[in-house]
């Protein structure tokens, strides 16, 4: 069975760190592009942040640049968020996602295509306190 299995959310202060993690199985995800998508309450999942299949190329949402830094350890599987200076608009349920596209075709794929990426995980939840 292929998985995508999202780890490492919780609460945090506004201001502080969290890093998650996106572990995969049942396949191997070496030429895979991995995203971080989110959705808060109410809006419309939207794009965090790229790593290309061989790691060297991101992208990152307006809104993240600067704070965020996406990372893949390819041999583990494994795909890392690593966030820091949090802040409450930050809070919501955050999914990994991986796909066979190239990571710049992700990311300016327009909302109503994320449905059609390949593989998600289940999500976890991060919530920033003020």
């Known amino acids: 069975q292929v998985r995508l299995v999202e780890s490492g959310g919780g609460l945090v202060q506004a201001g502080g760190s969290l890093r998650l993690s996106c572990a995969g199985s049942g396949r191997i995800f070496s030429s895979y592009a991995m995203a971080w998508f989110r959705q808060a309450p109410g809006k419309e999942r939207e794009f965090v942040a790229v790593?290309?299949?061989?790691?060297?190329?991101?992208y990152y949402a307006d809104s993240v640049k600067g704070r965020f830094t996406i990372s893949r350890y390819s041999a583990a599987n494994t795909m890392y968020l690593q966030m820091n200076s949090l802040d409450v608009e930050d809070t919501a349920v955050y999914y990994c996602a991986a796909d066979t596209r190239s990571s710049d075709t992700i990311a300016a794929m327009h909302p109503l295509e994320y449905r059609n990426l390949e593989i998600w995980g289940q999500g976890t939840q991060v919530t920033v306190s003020s």
């Open positions: 790593v290309s299949w061989t790691g060297a190329t991101t």
